[in-house]
């Protein structure tokens, strides 16, 4: 007759043998969220001012930009 002991050995042992899986956010960020919209104008103003410190883009460009992308808010 086998004991209690036994299924809980093999339910532990099927826990202990599974990879686990890495930390996954509660609520992932989906596209047209308010977090993916703020996450990808951060980007572009980064990328503007990255392309206006290298002088490839005028002052006046990435004023005009900057307040393109923020009107997005």
Do not use: C, F, H, W
């Amino acid at each position: 007759m086998a004991t209690p002991a036994q299924p809980a050995r093999a339910a532990t042992a099927a826990t202990v043998s599974t990879p686990s899986q890495p930390a996954q956010p509660a609520v992932p960020a989906t596209p047209g969220s308010p977090a993916a919209i703020g996450d990808e104008i951060e980007q572009r103003l980064i990328t503007l001012k990255r392309l206006r410190d290298k002088n490839l883009i005028t002052e006046e460009e990435y004023q005009q930009k900057r307040r393109e992308v923020l009107q997005k808010l």
